[in-house]
């Protein structure tokens, strides 16, 4: 049995019912002003986590502006052995004091990225939360391949390059989550 376009039509005018909603609008209005208000949050958010962001990039500028400039300390002469090893010293310490900032600046862009890492809803985050947990494996051990020998320039450089690639990725984990909302 087949029927037509008319037949349906004037079916389905005769099954119309109407009814009283008085609080329908009231419920729309106050999900529309929560769903606002939410998205006013999110902006926020996002700025608040910009803002870090920036100050964690700055952070890191200076430190690394502040490892090649150097004020040499007047004072009286030294033997020029004593001043070899015054100058390694110095410079050991003077790393040691911007890797020093340079973790922590780190750290406060790890703290603004954690709650986003440990919700790891999609595969691209957990990939985000496994690449951090790797790089900061290998960091801890190149960090205890150091306290054997302090003095080991390539590995204070393959420490900086695990840094580096931590801040690539805590950056672009940030930017995701920005880009998401």
Request: charged residues 35%; contains cysteine; proline residues 4%.
């Amino acid at each position: 049995m087949s029927y037509d376009d008319e037949e349906i039509s004037r079916a389905a005018r005769g099954l119309r019912r109407e009814w009283e909603s008085p609080h329908l609008w009231p419920r729309i209005h106050a999900a529309l002003a929560a769903e606002a208000a939410g998205a006013e949050r999110r902006r926020a958010s996002v700025r608040v986590r910009s803002w870090l962001t920036l100050a964690a990039a700055a952070a890191v500028l200076v430190l690394g502006v502040s490892v090649f400039v150097r004020v040499p300390a007047p004072g009286p002469p030294i033997p020029a052995e004593a001043e070899r090893r015054l100058l390694t010293e110095r410079a050991l310490q003077d790393v040691e004091r911007a890797e020093g900032d340079y973790v922590r600046s780190l750290d406060a862009l790890s703290r603004v990225a954690e709650s986003k890492v440990e919700e790891a809803d999609s595969p691209l985050m957990m990939s985000y939360r496994e690449k951090l947990l790797l790089l900061d494996s290998a960091i801890a051990e190149c960090r205890t391949r150091i306290e054997r020998n302090r003095f080991n320039a390539r590995l204070r450089q393959e420490l900086l390059s695990l840094y580096r690639e931590k801040q690539r990725t805590l950056q672009q984990l940030m930017k995701e989550d920005t880009d998401a909302l």
